[in-house]
């Protein structure tokens, strides 16, 4: 069992910056993918970006490239996602997930955190 907890949404105007954090505790906290996914009111659940479990390898939505980075410090089992630029369209609640390899789909996943909020006012 891996468990995840998310922290540092918030709300924010559009061109600042945020930075979220998925502390991962259990057997393979620091041996798996991670990933981060959002999801809007009245929408599916999207993929962000997600990192490999040594960090060697990043995936990232086209929607964020250039303005999101995806970290992770496995001494602390800890996921950083780094959001700058953030657009109105980015609010959404963000979740972070676990899985044995990485990948854009939500069925890859085996282990999901409850989520934070993110706020972009125009």
């Known amino acids: 069992q891996v468990q995840l907890v998310e922290s540092g949404g918030g709300l924010v105007q559009a061109g600042g910056s945020l930075r979220l954090s998925c502390a991962a505790s259990?057997?393979?906290?620091?041996?798996?993918?991670m990933g981060w996914f959002r999801q809007a009111p009245g929408k599916e659940r999207e993929f962000v970006a997600a990192?490999?479990?040594?960090?060697?390898?990043?995936n990232y939505a086209d929607s964020v490239k250039g303005r999101f980075t995806i970290s992770r410090d496995n001494a602390k089992n800890t996921v950083y996602l780094q959001m700058n630029s953030l657009k109105p369209e980015d609010t959404a609640v963000y979740y972070c997930a676990a899985s044995a390899l990485i990948g854009s789909s939500t069925s890859l996943y085996d282990y999901w955190g409850q989520g934070t909020q993110v706020t972009v006012s125009s």
């Open positions: 990192i490999s479990r040594y960090g060697a390898n990043t």
């Open positions: 259990g057997r393979t906290s620091s041996n798996v993918g």
